[in-house]
């Protein structure tokens, strides 16, 4: 595997899935037969709202007082796969499953192997490394960790609500990143849900020029421009599906 995961870093705390609401005052009108959430206040920035693992209450997904189609998914538990390109990327977003990143790279380890991972969000937040990280060659500028070249012998922190920027060279020093996956129902094959959010992390992939981009929150989405890997964790994900 290319880089163990170290899948659970807060052990005092209860792992819960997360649903985001955009800012904005609504009134909902839940699928039938399912528990409407609780309508959040307005902030300034995606509120958080909580709800336990394993079950299909979503806030996610909000248009004009009715659950989007990114919700109604999340609610029924479809297993979706879309794929397409942007530029000189391919890229695929899947409904995401508890551990869908580690099953991913088990399969296909050459998606971080001998590469280097900027974790632009751990559980929704940036991540400071720890001093045996800091010994084992990690490093953060306050917003972004940056890995040491991934051996077999290097944990990846993973936990839920991550985003990746993954390079075939050391990079050490990025620009400030706006992180995408905090939005609720975040993913790259709807047309209008997040759409202008979708092209300012396309111009930012391209800016930075990562080989890959590998988040998972409500959806599983990846990207690269190594095509070889692309196909491993397209086959990955559709045996991971068919499960």
């Known amino acids: 595997m290319g880089g163990d ?18 800012k904005r005052t ?27 693992l394993k079950t299909h209450r979503s806030c996610v997904g909000w248009d004009s007082g009715r659950y989007s189609i990114e919700a109604a998914r999340l609610f029924t538990g479809a297993r979706v796969i879309h794929s397409g390109t942007r530029g000189d ?21 050459h998606v971080t192997r001998d590469k280097f991972v900027a974790i632009t969000s751990f559980d929704s937040g940036p ?5 045996d ?6 490093s953060s500028d306050g917003r972004i ?11 990846i922190p993973h936990e839920q609500y991550d985003e990746w920027l993954i390079f075939s060279h050391e990079t050490r020093h990025l620009p400030e990143q706006e992180v995408f996956i905090n939005w609720g ?7 209008d849900h997040h759409r202008e959010q979708r092209e300012r992390l396309w111009a930012q992939l ?7 981009y590998l988040a998972e929150g409500d959806y599983v989405l990846f990207a690269s421009r190594n095509r070889a890997v692309f196909d491993c964790v397209t086959k990955a994900v559709r045996r991971l599906h068919a499960t």
């Open 5 to 22: 995961l170290a899948p659970d870093r807060s052990v005092a705390r209860t792992r819960v899935a997360r649903g985001y609401a955009e």
């Open 26 to 52: 609504r009134t909902s009108t839940p699928l039938r037969g399912l528990e409407s959430p609780p309508i959040p206040p307005v902030y300034d920035r995606p509120l958080r709202l909580w709800r336990p």
């Open 89 to 109: 990327y391919y890229w695929l977003t899947s409904h995401s499953n508890t551990d869908h990143i580690s099953q991913m790279l088990a399969s296909c380890p």
């Open 127 to 131: 991540l400071s490394p720890s001093q």
């Open 133 to 138: 990280e800091l010994l084992a060659g990690w």
């Open 145 to 155: 960790m940056y890995s040491p070249r991934i051996t077999e012998s290097v944990r």
């Open 185 to 191: 129902g975040f993913t790259f094959a709807d047309e």
């Open 206 to 212: 391209t800016q930075v020029s990562a080989e890959s």
